[in-house]
């Protein structure tokens, strides 16, 4: 079976945007000079493999997604082959007429994951299992399904909004910041093949080429960072947040045009402007889910539970960041005020939460915008 996935990648044309001028360093050699493009339409672009794992990730969310059903069981060995691509679980995905074919891509979600986080994400998978089986109705102390066709753990926890935000955290951002950013420009690779990882960590903040005049299939850490630029408040072209949209895309295009003129040393000032920013997009995150469930609090408690899981799932995945500045002292005061039973939370638990990250990470000012 064949699913077609929305297309990433736009098709505008690339204006400039500046250019870099010809000047000599103190070792008399040149900086090249090349123009910055302000649309991601690099003609040796390649986003497949970055393609191939979201599709992947959308796969497994969408069997999560059936636990939503009374009565539905989830196999957690289902979800688990899915994880480590064993079991031919996958559908084929076809992309601007390519088929991805995804089963023998030789590409897996689990070893692209933190390690330390691998143990979490399978462990998650069996208590969406579990959660699954009981074929109850969801309430404080129960696991199963919420009027609002949610699975939901005993102590509140919706299982696939959960999970979606931890992967966002220690499968996509640490590709991007690590693998693709990080390692592939230090290492002796080729010319070529560092573009390619330039690329792969593009796409994989799932946004099309012309972003943000183009928003189309906008999804994960591409849905993300245009709410936490705007917050709850719409349209999300108003920047009143972290300037997050900007921040990203203007490093990527830079980045993207010195890799191609040789100037990697221009690659690597822009790699260490979004490697770091993944810290300030997970806590922004967290904080924003909070805003949507005090918006949330007349709509029940499963729709509240369903925005703090959001929350906690980007918290969680913040633990596993390898380039966060975050003590870990700050960390676990927020960690810890999130509580053990989301039923049990108050309007003045959530500000407690949301003022805490707000206080570390100085957001005072723009919290209510986030």
């Not at 995804?102 to 979600?109: A, D, I, R």
């Not at 999970?163 to 991007?176: A, D, L, N, W």
């Not at 221009?266 to 993944?278: R, Y």
């Not at 949507?292 to 729709?303: F, H, I, M, R, V």
Request: hydrophobic share 40%; aromatic share 10%.
């Amino acid at each position: 079976m064949k699913r077609t996935l929305t297309p990433f990648i736009g098709f505008a044309s690339a204006a400039l945007l500046f250019t870099t001028s010809c000047k000599k360093d103190d070792n008399n050699n040149a900086t090249p000079s090349y123009t910055v493009p302000t649309t991601y339409n690099f003609s040796n672009a390649d986003s497949l493999k970055a393609k191939t794992t979201l599709s992947m990730l959308a796969e497994i969310e969408n069997t999560i997604n059936l636990g939503n059903n009374a009565g539905t069981v989830v196999s957690s060995a289902t979800l688990k082959g899915m994880f480590s691509n064993t079991g031919n679980y996958f559908t084929d995905t076809v992309f601007n007429g390519t088929t991805l074919h995804l089963n023998t891509s030789g590409v897996q979600l689990k070893s692209g994951t933190v390690t330390a986080a691998q143990a979490l994400i399978e462990g998650v998978m069996d208590s969406i299992a579990a959660a699954s089986a009981t074929g109850q109705v969801a309430s404080n102390g129960v696991a199963g399904v919420s009027s609002r066709k949610t699975l939901l753990s005993a102590n509140g926890i919706y299982w696939r909004q959960f999970f979606t935000k931890t992967m966002m955290g220690v499968y996509i951002g640490h590709q991007i910041t690590d693998v693709y950013l990080g390692d592939s420009l230090n290492s002796n690779i080729s010319a070529a093949a560092k573009q390619h990882a330039w690329d792969q960590a593009f796409y994989l903040w799932c946004v099309p080429a012309n972003f943000p005049a183009n928003r189309t299939g906008v999804k994960y850490w591409g849905s993300y960072t245009s709410q936490i630029d705007s917050g709850i408040a719409k349209p999300v072209a108003n920047l009143t947040g972290i300037n997050s949209n900007p921040t990203l895309l203007n490093a990527f295009l830079k980045g993207r045009a010195a890799l191609a003129a040789n100037d990697n040393a221009t690659a690597l000032q822009q790699a260490a402007i979004i490697i770091p920013f993944f810290e300030t997009m997970e806590a922004a995150a967290a904080l924003h889910e909070l805003n949507e469930a005090k918006g949330n609090l007349p709509n029940g408690a499963a729709a509240v539970c369903g925005n703090l899981s959001e929350s906690l799932g980007f918290w969680i995945a913040l633990k596993y960041n390898a380039h966060k500045k975050i003590s870990d002292a700050d960390y676990q005061a927020v960690l810890t005020l999130y509580g053990t039973n989301f039923y049990n939370i108050t309007p003045a638990g959530i500000d407690a939460i949301l003022n805490k990250i707000s206080s570390i990470y100085g957001w005072d000012n723009v919290k209510a915008n986030l």
